[in-house]
């Protein structure tokens, strides 16, 4: 079990906008920076958001990051077919010295 | 572009040693500003950040406490590579294994292709 806890799922139908949830603690992401990470299926993960809400140079703007208290969000807009994948978020744990990552949401564009 | 290549055998024998070597272009091992980590991926265990290694006037290493027994990521600066050891392994240890360029607060934005290494007899 994560420790950072993500929704095992989400969908919703091309075009339309999803966001993904990841809940984490004070000594992760309430004190540390978080960064998004999208896995197609049988490839390596790829940065998708840094520092909360940052994106990477050639990652559309349709992919955005926030960030509140102990939790943050993943919001992804005018989904297409190839959006579908799986989304992780990670962080660094200040009391553990580790990374960490959530358990992952797959996600499904109807 | 910095670019990992990731090398290593896909079947180890369970109480012997995983070891893998990540092949770094684009960036230098001993960057003062980057870190190198490893990470392994199983349908039981989701991605599992294991450990990393960086210079910073010394070389420092952080690991997970899941593998911190056993682990032991080390950089080869003649090569411009890293490696990781993984002592006394069973069968839950089998996993893709990834390594990854970045520091959290930068993101992890540069990872090597995978290595499915496969613990059995």
């Known amino acids: 079990q994560s420790v950072l806890t993500q929704p095992p799922s989400v969908s919703a139908a091309p075009g339309q906008k999803v966001t993904i949830s990841c809940s984490g603690s004070s000594s992760n992401i309430g004190n540390n920076h978080v960064s998004w990470y999208q896995q197609l299926p049988g490839t390596a993960p790829k940065l998708l958001i840094y520092?909360?809400?940052k994106r990477p140079s050639g990652i559309p703007d349709r992919f955005s990051g926030s960030k509140s208290d102990t939790s943050a969000t993943l919001g992804i807009t005018g989904l297409q077919t190839g959006d579908e994948a799986d989304y992780y978020c990670g962080t660094w744990d200040s009391s553990l010295s580790a990374g960490l990552f959530g358990g992952g949401t797959k996600l499904t564009v109807l | 572009q910095v670019q990992l290549q990731q090398s290593g055998p896909g079947l180890v024998k369970p109480s012997q040693t995983l070891s893998l070597t990540c092949a770094i272009s684009g960036d230098s091992v001993s960057s003062n500003s980057g870190a190198w980590n490893w990470i392994r991926q199983s349908p039981s265990r989701g991605l599992e950040w294991l450990g990393r290694t960086y210079y910073r006037s010394q070389w420092k290493n952080d690991y997970a406490v899941s593998v911190k027994s056993r682990i032991t990521i080390n950089p080869d600066t003649s090569k411009n590579q890293f490696t990781l050891q993984l002592n006394s392994v069973t069968p839950e240890d089998t996993a893709v294994y990834y390594c990854?360029?970045?520091?959290?607060?930068?993101?992890?934005?540069?990872w090597g292709q995978g290595t499915l290494v496969t613990v059995s007899s």
């Open positions: 520092d909360n809400n």
């Open positions: 990854a360029g970045g520091l959290w607060y930068q993101g992890l934005g540069f």
